[in-house]
C-alpha cells in the first residue's frame, strides 16, 4: 500500500558539532539540558511509534580519553585551517565527558523500538574542506565502523554528513565501508554547496521557514534512486529550527509551515523528511518539547486520517531496494 512516510533523522554530536565554532566559550548548562532531553526525545518517539535515526559523532562512543586515542584513525584530518580539526581541538583543550562522550545515551537509543543508530562521522569529518583527502575520510568512517561493532555490536548503514558538506567524489567510499545510506540536502540551490556561505543563502533559508520560496519539501518515492558505487541519497525536507525566546509569532508560523508540510505529504503520498540537532532543545527544553508533542500529534492525525507512516533511514533504504529488486525481476 502507498502511503505519505514522516522520516526523522538527528544530528548528535554534543560540542563535537560547534567546537569549532565556539572553542571553549559554551554553557555547561546547555550541553546538561542536551543530555536530558536525549531521553525525553526517546520517550516521546516510543509512545508515539516514531522511528528516527540518530546519526551520531563516533567520538562520542568512548568512555574516556584512553578509548577515544584507541580507536581514532592513524591519518588524520589534515585540514589547511587547523581549527576543523576535532584533535587538534582536544589537544588544545582536553577532553570534557560532560560535553565529549556519551556511551550512555548511545545505549538508550540502542534500547528504545525503531531507532536506528547511524553516522555522523567518526570527528565530525568536513569532506568538502580544503587539505584533507578521501584516505582520511574512509579511515574516519572506518573508526566509527570499529567502536560502533566493538561496543554495541552494530555495524552503520546510514549517515549524515556533517555541516551538510557532500562530497559526491566521496560517495563510493560511504558504499565501500558499508554505508547504504546517506542524508543529502534539500532540493532549493539555497541548500547547496552548503562550505560557500553568504547572507542571501542564510536569509532565504530563513524565510523560507515562513513562506514557500524555495521547491517543494516532500518528495515521492519514485525520486529516490539506487545508483551503483554509492549509497541511496535521502533528501533532507525541513530543519526544525530552534525555538526563538520571546517571538511566539516566529515559532508559530515555522510550526504551522512544518505541520503543512507534513499534510501535504500525507495527502499526496510523499516522503517528508525533518531534521534537527537535539542540542538545538537545550535553550528552552520545555517550550521545545511541547512543540515535538504538537508534531507527533499531528503525525498521529495524519496516520489516521492518511494512513501516514514513520520510517527511519535505514528502513526508507530497505524499502526502495526492495522495490527496485523487485522491478528488476519483472524486467528479467
Request: proline fraction near 6%; glycine fraction near 4%.
Amino acid at each position: 500500500m502507498n502511503s505519505g512516510i514522516f522520516c526523522i533523522s538527528l544530528d548528535f554530536e554534543l560540542l563535537w558539532g560547534i567546537f569549532d565554532k565556539v572553542g571553549m566559550n559554551f554553557s555547561p548548562k546547555y550541553f546538561e539540558h542536551t543530555r536530558q532531553i536525549v531521553p525525553d526525545m526517546l520517550d516521546v518517539f516510543a509512545k508515539n511509534q516514531v522511528q528516527a535515526t540518530w546519526a551520531t559523532v563516533g567520538m562520542l562512543f568512548a568512555e574516556n580519553e584512553e578509548e577515544w586515542m584507541a580507536y581514532a584513525p592513524m591519518q588524520k584530518p589534515s585540514y589547511r585551517d587547523p581549527k576543523l580539526s576535532a584533535y587538534e581541538f582536544a589537544r588544545s583543550y582536553g577532553l570534557n565527558p560532560q560535553v565529549h562522550f556519551a556511551p550512555e545515551l548511545i545505549q538508550q537509543i540502542i534500547d528504545t523500538p525503531g531507532q536506528e543508530l547511524g553516522s555522523h562521522t567518526f570527528a565530525h569529518y568536513y569532506t568538502l574542506m580544503r587539505g584533507q583527502s578521501p584516505e582520511q575520510f574512509r579511515q574516519d568512517l572506518q573508526a566509527s565502523q570499529k567502536i560502533s561493532q566493538d561496543k554495541f555490536g552494530i555495524t552503520l548503514k546510514s549517515l549524515v554528513f556533517p555541516r551538510n558538506h557532500i562530497n559526491e567524489l566521496y560517495l563510493p567510499i560511504c558504499l565501500e565501508e558499508g554505508y547504504t545510506q546517506a542524508r543529502s540536502n534539500p532540493k532549493s540551490w539555497f541548500w547547496q554547496e552548503t562550505q560557500h556561505e553568504d547572507l542571501s543563502k542564510k536569509w532565504f533559508r530563513s524565510a523560507d521557514c515562513f513562506m514557500p520560496i524555495g521547491k517543494n519539501t516532500s518528495f515521492k518515492k519514485s525520486e529516490l534512486k539506487i545508483y551503483p558505487n554509492e549509497p541511496l541519497l535521502i533528501p533532507a525536507s525541513r530543519i526544525l529550527r530552534p525555538i526563538s525566546k520571546n517571538n511566539n509569532l516566529f515559532n508559530s508560523v515555522r510550526l504551522s509551515r512544518i505541520k503543512s508540510e507534513m499534510s501535504f505529504a500525507a495527502e499526496n503520498q510523499e516522503i517528508y523528511h525533518l531534521w534537527w540537532h537535539p542540542h538545538n532543545f537545550a535553550n528552552d527544553p520545555i517550550q521545545s518539547m511541547i512543540e515535538l508533542d504538537e508534531i507527533m500529534d499531528h503525525f498521529q492525525q495524519l496516520k489516521s486520517e492518511f494512513g501516514m507512516r514513520s520510517l527511519n533511514m535505514k528502513e526508507i533504504g530497505d524499502l526502495v531496494a526492495k522495490e527496485s529488486e523487485k522491478s528488476l525481476q519483472s524486467i528479467n
